[in-house]
């Protein structure tokens, strides 16, 4: 009977044994030799997450007598510490058998992001990256644990990848004030937002900057915005400033116009002057308006209106007084050699003497009969008579007086002198800068 029941109990211990990691007993080795005092046993072998494989020395049918070997393997996702054990005589096995689960090492957490995993860093984990507002991802998305212990991705970088952002402002069209072509516009320098770290580093203005003057045009404007990883972000806007103007204005025929600012705008002012010879009529000036109308009526050049019939040389000599220079050639007779020379030579520079303002007063004879004349105006005997007196001029011989505009007795010629010589003499006149000032830019010249 006692063999039999020592028969049963071995095959007790043994069942289940090999591959099924299942015991009767725990695993404690200390317990067990405290229990079999005295056997040559050693604890026998559970294995969780895996299974073992033992042979004795002699064939015998406890599988943890001295002497045994055992070949542990553990499921996939687990390793073992050592692959076999032996049952030493101390009644230990000869290392640690137990089958832990595969640990990858523990990932480092991406600047500027970071990431979630399913189950931290064991074997068959999958862990999923993300980045802060504003990075976007550069690499693998997600990584696993392999039973290699090496994750199947590195590590991603956040990268900022985003441009700035800016909002330009929105500006209305701007008028020029009165008189002027510009108009002063400012506005609010607008501010970038960085979706990153919002860390801008700067903001570049393309076009004049706020309260500047800006001329008559549609002016393209921008601003740019950087950040720290180099990302630019733009905005555009425009500046549109308007110019009130008038019709256009025209110089009257035998006249000038001088008008400031651009001529035609709102608060421009335009004067007019005749030439010599030519009287204003209507407005010597006009304003453009803000209604877009100019001032005034409309503006003309007359003829001068010479009164010959006049008693003194006086009052004669007045009506020219700022508006033309005099030339009065006096000779005894027609017949007179340095008269018709000089005759001759003045006829062929009628255009130079209109336009050097001269108007030519001949005087030939002696009293009674001497003859005064004006153009195509005859001057009565005693008007010529008058007017040789008042400019101490001698009727027996030839004589030239050059009067300017302010009657004054500015060269006398005994002589017949050239229309060039005339023309030089006449230039160096302090009023006659302005006028071929004015005469060039208004296009008035001889043609030969």
């Known amino acids: 009977m006692w063999p039999l029941l020592l028969l049963l109990v071995q095959l007790c211990l043994c069942s289940g044994y090999e591959g099924s990691g299942q015991y009767a007993y725990g695993d404690d080795e200390d317990s067990y030799s405290r229990r079999y005092k005295g056997a040559p046993w050693c604890a026998p072998i559970k294995i ?146 960085d979706t990153a770290d919002g860390i801008l580093t700067d903001v570049i203005l393309k076009g004049k900057p706020s309260k500047s003057d800006f001329p008559e045009a549609l002016h393209k ?101 700022e508006k033309r220079r005099l030339l009065i050639i006096s000779a005894p007779t027609a017949a007179n050699h340095n008269y018709r020379f000089q005759m001759t030579n003045l006829q062929q520079a009628q255009c130079g003497l209109d336009l050097r303002h001269v108007t030519v007063i001949e005087l030939v004879g002696t009293y009674p009969a001497q003859i005064g004349r004006m153009r195509h105006q005859l001057l009565t005997p005693a008007l010529s008579l008058q007017i040789r007196l008042l400019l101490q001029i001698t009727q027996r011989s030839f004589q030239m007086v050059l009067v300017d505009k302010q009657g004054m007795d500015k060269q006398r010629y005994p002589f017949p002198i050239t229309a060039a010589e005339l023309f030089t003499t006449i230039d160096t006149f302090p009023l006659r800068k302005d006028e071929m000032l004015l005469q060039q830019e208004a296009g008035h010249g001889c043609q030969s």
Not at 99 to 112: A, F, G, Q, T, Y
Not at 133 to 160: I, Y
Not at 243 to 252: I, Q, T
């Open 221 to 321: 404007m921008s601003y740019t915005v950087f950040d720290r990883a180099g990302n630019k972000g733009s905005c555009r806007f425009t500046v549109r400033v308007r110019v009130r103007r008038c019709s256009s204005l025209f110089a009257p025929d035998n006249g000038y116009m001088k008008c400031n600012s651009d001529g035609d705008n709102y608060g421009a002012t335009c004067a007019f002057t005749c030439t010599g010879g030519y009287e204003l009529r209507g407005s010597a000036a006009r304003v453009c308006q803000y209604g877009l109308t100019w001032s005034g009526t409309e503006t003309a050049c007359a003829a001068m209106n010479i009164n010959v019939g006049v008693r003194t040389a006086a009052a004669l000599l007045d009506q020219f007084y």
């Open 48 to 193: 969780k997450h895996g299974d073992v494989s033992c042979r004795t020395p002699r064939g015998e049918h406890n599988k943890n007598v001295m002497g045994t070997r055992c070949k542990i393997r553990c499921k996939q996702g687990y390793e073992v510490q050592s692959p076999e054990v032996v049952c030493m005589a101390n009644k230990h096995w000869s290392s640690n058998y137990a089958c832990r689960e595969i640990r990858c090492p523990k990932l480092d957490m991406p600047v500027n992001g970071g990431y979630k995993c399913s189950d931290g860093s064991y074997f068959n984990s999958r862990c999923e990256f993300f980045c802060s507002p504003g990075f976007s991802l550069t690499g693998q998305k997600t990584a696993t644990c392999q039973h290699t212990k090496v994750w199947s991705a590195a590590v991603p970088t956040c990268v900022d990848i985003d441009p700035p952002k800016i909002k330009c402002p929105t500006v209305k069209d701007k008028w020029a004030e009165p008189g002027k072509l510009t108009a002063r516009v400012s506005w609010d320098t607008p501010e970038g937002v």
